[in-house]
Nanobody
Framework: QVQLVESGGGLVQAGGSLRLSCAAS?????MGWFRQAPGKERELVAR????????YYADSVKGRFTISRDNAKNTVYLQMNSLKPEDTAVYYC???????????WGQGTQVTVSS
């Protein structure tokens, strides 16, 4: 069983930046970030697999968000720049994707962007 612990959420003004971190307690083969805003479905924001360099970004965050990793620390980051009020959501870290399912989930961290 792998535990995922997120940190780095908070309140920021529009145009600002935040960096989210997700530390995994064990080895994983893929990790990603999701978000869920009130009244909306959860959406995949970014993901990658440890074995290759391919990454995925949702169209809504391309050019503003960057997913990165520290292999030695089993940690993934989400650098969020040029934040917009519509980025406000609870952000979740997930690990080990199989098809459309992810095996492990973090507890979520709130990101609020004020206008």
């Amino acid at each position: 069983q792998v535990q995922l612990v997120e940190s780095g959420g908070g309140l920021v003004q529009a145009g600002g930046s935040l960096r989210l971190s997700c530390a995994a307690s064990g080895r994983t083969y893929s990790m990603g970030w999701f978000r869920q805003a009130p009244g909306k479905e959860r959406e995949l924001v970014a993901r990658f697999s440890w074995s290759d360099i391919r990454t995925y970004y949702a169209d809504s965050v391309k050019g503003r968000f960057t997913i990165s990793r520290d292999n030695a620390k089993n940690t993934v980051y989400l650098q969020m720049n040029s934040l917009k009020p519509e980025d406000t959501a609870v952000y979740y870290c997930a690990a080990d994707q199989t098809g459309n399912n992810w095996r492990y989930w973090g507890q979520g961290t709130q990101v609020t962007v004020s206008s």
